[in-house]
């Protein structure tokens, strides 16, 4: 192991000291961090004939990879990487000054966490698997309509 010189920290690596125990953290993915997250949208205008009105159909992918919540690589504090879709219509006039849109938001219903821990208060050798579970209300299905209006 190579030390920095004049002390005892190990030289380019990343250590961390956890319940008494050294661990080499080197190339660790940080937490919450997957290897990749992306999105996609589709989107169908058309004015409606004989209106002043356009409809339009909106479809929205939105996925990531796996994920790990600790630098510790616990893998109790890991979630498998999920595929969300999100789903859009409405009406607009067309010179785009009024629009209401009706959604539905995370149409499959996946839950998905947004954090994982343990929980120090009552985690301990005889009860290891409390884990408290975050999650955001994208995680589970919901519906609604938005209005705008542009002055």
């Known amino acids: 192991m190579d030390h920095s010189e004049g002390g005892s920290s190990p030289y380019n690596q990343c250590y961390r000291n956890s319940n008494g125990t050294l661990q080499n953290l080197q190339d660790v993915r940080l937490p919450n961090a997957p290897r990749w997250r992306g999105n996609?949208?589709?989107r169908y205008d058309q004015d409606i004939?004989?209106?002043a009105l356009a409809g339009f159909v909106q479809v929205t992918g939105n996925a990531q990879t796996a994920v790990?919540?600790?630098f510790e690589?616990?893998?109790?504090l890991r979630q498998r990487g999920y595929a969300t879709v999100d789903l859009s219509i409405g009406a607009r006039t067309q010179d785009d000054r009024y629009q209401l849109?009706?959604?539905?938001?995370?149409?499959t219903d996946k839950a998905y966490a947004l954090g994982l821990q343990r929980d120090n208060i009552i985690t301990n050798a005889a009860n290891?698997?409390?884990?408290l579970y975050f999650t955001a209300k994208e995680s589970s299905r919901y519906a609604?309509?938005?209005f705008r209006a542009k002055f």
């Open 40 to 42: 996609v949208s589709v």
């Open 101 to 107: 849109t009706l959604f539905v938001r995370n149409l």
């Open 144 to 146: 609604g309509a938005t």
């Open 128 to 131: 290891p698997g409390n884990l």
């Open 73 to 76: 690589q616990d893998q109790a």
């Open 49 to 51: 004939p004989g209106t």
């Open 68 to 70: 790990g919540f600790s």
